[in-house]
């Protein structure tokens, strides 16, 4: 579009009183390139006059906003203007508020400030959303148990058609097999009917719900609102199209024959699983010759909270075994229960229920390590346990144990294959094709036919959970559109895997709704841009499909990368990928970036250092200290990122070859529990940066004149400091030589 541009500077907030606007205008017009009767200011910009001045010159045909004010982050609404090019410059937080007011210091970093944002805006176009043909709005659930049934009813309530498969050839999941669920009211003594039946009625019953049984997803190919899903049943494949999925296929007891220590494999030991199947059947009895139990012992943490085994606490196992400990009880008033535990976790409504079972004599809870059970003749056991709150060592005849085994994600494959399948990605595409083709598969859920791998993938630490690890974006995987939900996602009880399904089903509605506007899902859920890579210059490296941290970008037969544009979170990881610089947003590119940063003003006399902020905790961090009036060092200029892994190596020869002092990278925390908004962005930065040794040899400069520095947003106090430090040691190792040229 033809640009007409309006340039706009608040005097609020402090900005009047820190900036010499005269100034200002002269140097946004010289160096902005810009006339100097289109920069106006304003005591109140975002009040009502304000905005109006703003808005009566787009009436006149004013397209291309540059406001100075306060941070981007905060005003969102007032200084929404559609169909506009709108920069918003921080004068307020970055100057005005951390600053010395009306130095030169505060001057200088206005000047570089409002120039910066107007060569964003010249070097940027209005950004047009990319809105696919044929898109579909119908969520697929894949699992009918608590979680799925859950999600399907309240997608269909909200008005969306539901495809939901389930392998088994009933619904219900685990919550079906259960003989009485714990106590739901008031006064929380005694056990109910299990739910989960009304539950599948109404799933049958509603009209925006097909239900496919015995069924499972041969492949799911496409993206976000054009999912093509295979289903198979009965030897027969049906592909439907969808435009987000659930993912609720819920949990698969830890395998107990791993637990030989506590007697798994002995005649008269059992899992949680069995005690329940037991109970639905009618008796309780010994499995070796049938007699009634009447003294049951119950190992809590059976394989869970167990660093040889599941290291995190599997949450309903202690409610489980109170309910099984009160169906001993209701079957045979003579019988004794024996709970050991390591802790009760009864949270909520379940804790009243906890304390009632601690009121019934029959039944016995002690905090103890279970070291051994040994055969005590005639069928019978000795649980024989230390650590106890007596503070001795124990050893108590029983005749059944009941171990409370934990569990573990039905996503979770065998970990054989995929350490194989990570060694053979290691040796190339060629040989992680050959591994696919020739090494059994395990049973995946979905099928996905990405370049990326079948299945959902997890974080380091996550336990083969299908959770992301987001702590801000719940729900979210590591593949766009599709939503985990349930003990999928993490080990919880039904009342929070029904909740969690409501959640994830909002979740799949927000797509289906953004992919038909054009709009990225998260976490930029405002973003209509999208990479434009020109493809004539493409060298097919592959480095883009490589590190694509959502499998959005594939490649055809002859190896050539293309995108599929609704798996895209706008990250602009592929920007930072890309050695030939192809990949560009309309309001993000590397050409931008670099213009801006060559437009800073480097003086002889001053050090300048360039901050690379990742918008997502680093530059919320900056605004955080900017409110405490935390000073920032005035020699740094600070330019808010996507994510550092859009970071492209061309910005470092920018920024020396300019005369720029240092360059320091702001971005998310990365390791076993990192929490990168685009997953592995600061990770890949760091590889990135391990490569500048060689661009600073070649300019002849030192390589500690560039740092990353991993940040979380609350560590905004400390942030201050960390680039202080990084400018005393620019400092020490003296002006760039290149300030001379």
């Known amino acids: 579009m033809e640009k007409k541009f309006g340039v706009y500077m608040c005097k609020g907030c402090g900005i009047g009183e820190a900036i010499d606007f005269e100034k200002l205008k002269k140097r946004v017009a010289l160096k902005g390139k810009v006339p100097a009767d289109i920069i106006k200011e304003h005591q109140v910009l975002c009040g009502p006059e304000g905005l109006e001045l703003i808005k009566n010159d787009i009436k006149e045909g004013t397209n291309t906003l540059i406001i100075g004010a306060c941070s981007p982050r905060v005003k969102t609404d007032e200084f929404d203007f559609p169909c506009t090019i709108t920069e918003r410059v921080n004068l307020r937080e970055f100057v005005a508020w951390t600053a010395e007011p009306m130095s030169s210091d505060a001057q200088s970093l206005a000047d570089d400030y409002m120039v910066m944002g107007i060569i964003k805006t010249q070097k940027g176009d209005l950004p047009e959303p990319s809105i696919l043909p044929d898109l579909s709005n119908t969520i697929l659930v894949v699992g009918g148990g608590t979680a799925g049934l859950s999600a399907a009813i309240e997608s269909a309530k909200a008005g969306y058609q539901v495809v939901l498969v389930e392998k088994e050839a009933e619904l219900g999941g685990w919550a079906a097999k259960l003989y009485k669920e714990t106590p739901r009211q008031e006064p929380f003594d005694k056990l109910e009917e299990p739910k989960i039946f009304d539950r599948i009625k109404e799933v049958e019953a509603h009209s925006n719900i097909k239900v496919f049984k015995s069924s499972t997803i041969e492949k799911t190919e496409g993206q976000p609102g054009l999912f093509d899903v295979t289903i198979r049943k009965n030897g027969n494949s049906e592909t439907v199209k969808v435009g987000a999925v659930i993912m609720a296929v819920g949990w698969k007891p830890y395998d107990a024959s791993k637990l030989e220590h506590l007697g798994y494999g002995k005649p008269n030991v059992i899992t949680n699983v069995q005690m329940e199947e037991m109970a639905k059947k009618g008796k309780i009895t010994r499995p070796s010759d049938g007699k009634e139990a009447k003294k049951v012992a119950f190992i809590q943490c059976a394989g869970s909270r167990d660093p040889n085994h599941l290291p995190y606490c599997s949450s309903f196992c202690c409610g489980t075994s109170l309910k099984q400990a009160k169906y001993i009880r209701e079957k ?40 051994g059970i040994s055969d005590a003749g005639n069928g019978n056991l000795f649980v024989e346990a230390e650590n106890t709150l007596l503070g001795e060592k124990i050893k108590v005849e029983a005749d059944l144990v009941v171990l409370a085994t934990g569990i573990v994600p039905a996503t979770r494959a065998p970990q054989e294959y995929l350490d194989g399948l990570t060694e053979a990605g290691k040796k190339g595409d060629i040989a992680k094709k050959e591994y696919l083709d020739n090494t059994p598969k395990p049973e995946f859920i979905l099928n996905l036919a990405y370049k990326q791998g079948p299945e959902i993938p997890t974080l380091e630490g996550a336990y083969g959970f299908a959770d992301s690890g987001f702590i801000c974006f719940q729900y979210e995987t590591r593949r766009t559109g599709v939503y985990a939900a349930g003990c999928v996602k993490q080990p919880m009880t039904m009342a929070d895997a029904t909740e969690d399904a409501a ?83 309309k309001d993000f590119s590397v050409d931008m970036v670099g213009s801006m940063i060559k437009s800073i003003e480097v003086d002889e006399d001053e050090f300048r250092i360039i901050v690379l902020a990742c918008e997502n905790d680093a530059y919320p961090a900056l605004d955080s200290a900017a409110i405490k009036r935390i000073k920032l060092n005035p020699k740094v200029r600070i330019i808010p ?3 550092l892994g859009s970071m492209n190596l061309v910005w470092v020869s920018d920024a020396f070859s300019r005369g720029i002092d240092g360059l320091m990278l702001l971005g998310c925390k990365y390791g076993e529990n990192y929490q990168c908004h685009f997953i592995k962005g600061s990770e890949l930065a760091n590889y990135r940066f391990s490569k500048v040794k060689e661009t600073l040899d070649k300019l002849q400069l030192e390589s500690d004149r560039c740092q990353l520095v991993q940040v979380a947003i609350n560590e905004y106090d400390k942030l201050p400091q960390m680039i202080e430090d990084f400018v005393s040691r620019v400092e020490e190792i003296g002006p760039n030589p290149f300030k001379e040229f």
């Open 641 to 643: 990122v996507r994510c």
């Open 503 to 585: 959640g994830a089903a909002l979740k799949a509605i927000q797509c289906v709704e953004h992919i038909a506007k054009g709009i990225a899902v998260h976490p930029r859920a405002w973003d209509v841009t999208f990479p434009d890579p020109m493809m004539i210059k493409c060298t097919s490296c592959k480095r883009c499909t490589e590190e694509c941290p959502f499998s959005a970008i594939e490649e055809d037969d002859k190896g050539t990368p293309f995108y599929k544009l609704n798996r895209c979170r706008r990250c602009g990881t592929c920007m930072g990928a890309c050695p030939e610089r192809i990949v560009s947003f």
């Open 332 to 371: 045979n008033g003579d019988a004794i229960a024996m709970i050991f535990y390591k802790d009760i976790r009864t949270p909520g409504q379940t804790e009243i229920f906890y304390k009632n079972m601690q009121n019934d004599p029959g039944v016995l809870l002690t905090k103890a390590e279970v070291t």
